[in-house]
């Protein structure tokens, strides 16, 4: 357990409907990611925040998603509309950067949300 | 694009054994490296980075960093059943986030 936690583990969902995945990042760290991840692929970057600050998007995040982190401290990932080929594992991972670098940023991450849409 | 790329295997070992597994990555500008192990419907666990070149070790793993070749490995010595999984190569993007290689399967055999 690296002290990132993510909910749900699981949804099943139809097509056209909104889901939306919440991640608690290790309390100390403070920038956040999210990837997604499909059957046989390493992760693939989605979005990052540093604090509150959503800083970069992957051109993967298209209109229909959606991430928040309000005052810095969980994020939530919302899919409006979701299609079948949205069903992919969604990881979160925090990381603590500091100014000199030191760290080198290493990523933990959580146990994943697994979505499948019907 | 920014590219890491590994084989995908399987890559099987017997027990005991030494497994090397290879990343390649594209962008000259990756300044630290990372290598998790991912078991089949988990997700990523660290094991080590390295952003030095040269070797760094930490336990029965091996990391090696050649910059010049753009080429990043890990070893493990005397492999275990319980090191089967997909490991992945991560390189870090301007420190703002990683790009992940596909994963090697490695399979360690008793």
């Known amino acids: 357990d690296t002290g990132v936690s993510q909910d749900p583990r699981h949804k099943i969902t139809k097509r056209g409907q909104n889901v939306t995945f919440r991640c608690d990042p290790i309390?100390?760290?403070?920038?956040l990611y999210w990837y997604r991840q499909t059957l046989g692929q390493g992760p693939e970057f989605l979005t990052y925040?540093?604090?509150?600050?959503?800083?970069?998007k992957s051109r993967l995040l298209s209109d229909r998603f959606s991430a928040e982190r309000p005052k810095g401290s969980f994020s939530t990932l919302e899919i409006q509309r979701t299609e079948q080929g949205d069903s992919a594992m969604y990881l979160c991972?925090?990381?603590?950067?500091?100014?000199?670098?030191?760290?080198?940023?290493?990523?933990?991450f959580g146990p994943g949300t697994r979505l499948t849409v019907l | 694009q920014k590219e890491v790329e590994q084989n995908s295997g399987p890559l099987s070992v017997p027990e005991g054994a030494i497994a090397s597994l290879n990343c390649t990555y594209s962008?000259?500008?990756?300044?630290?490296f990372f290598w998790y192990r991912q078991y089949s419907g988990k997700s990523p666990e660290l094991i080590m980075f390295?952003?030095?070149?040269g070797d760094k070790e930490d336990g029965r793993f091996t990391a090696q960093l050649n910059k010049a070749s753009q080429y990043v490995s890990l070893l493990i010595r005397d492999s275990q059943p319980s090191d089967s999984a997909t490991y992945l190569c991560?390189?870090?993007?301007?420190?703002?986030?990683?790009?992940f290689g596909p994963g090697t399967r490695l399979s360690v055999l008793p």
């Open positions: 991560a390189a870090d993007n301007y420190g703002q986030n990683f790009v």
């Open positions: 991972a925090s990381s603590l950067s500091l100014p000199t670098g030191s760290n080198r940023d290493t990523q933990y």
């Open positions: 962008d000259r500008g990756s300044q630290s």
């Open positions: 390295i952003y030095s070149n």
């Open positions: 309390s100390e760290h403070n920038r």
């Open positions: 925040f540093q604090n509150e600050a959503q800083l970069e």
